[in-house]
């Protein structure tokens, strides 16, 4: 059963970090582009981060361009979302989603579609 589980969301302070991981299963990730998104209470799923499936191209939303990094890590079908200079306003529910044929930059535009999602992890910004 084709299956994907985030992890690592919480609690942080302004400015602080966090790294949220997307573990795949019942499929091979290399196949698959990666996206991450995000939904904040009141608000529409945006796309945050894409990645290619090879880890070749990426896309980012121009609100966390610089602060956040996408990879992944095919040979343990991990993608992985790196998270710095936290803002208040990246406070939300944040999902990966696996997609296959598909550039990053359409990917990203989407706020859904995609064939498999995760159920999403939660992260609040806040002092």
């Known amino acids: 059963q084709l299956q994907l589980v985030e992890s690592g969301g919480g609690l942080v302070q302004p400015g602080g970090s966090l790294t949220l991981s997307c573990a795949a299963s019942?499929?091979?990730?290399?196949?698959?582009?990666i996206g991450w998104f995000r939904q904040a209470p009141g608000k529409e799923r945006e796309g945050v981060a894409c990645?290619?499936?090879?880890?070749?191209?990426?896309d980012y939303a121009d609100s966390v361009s610089g602060r956040f990094t996408i990879s992944r890590d095919n040979v343990i079908n991990t993608a992985y979302l790196q998270m710095n200079s936290l803002k208040p306003e990246d406070t939300a529910v944040y999902y990966c989603?696996?997609?296959?044929?598909?550039?990053?930059?359409?990917?990203?535009?989407?706020?859904?579609?995609?064939?498999?999602w995760g159920k999403g992890t939660l992260v609040t910004v806040s002092s």
């Open positions: 989603a696996a997609e296959a044929l598909i550039s990053v930059q359409t990917m990203c535009a989407r706020t859904g579609g995609m064939n498999h």
């Open positions: 990645i290619h499936g090879t880890g070749g191209g990426t």
């Open positions: 019942g499929f091979t990730l290399e196949y698959y582009a």
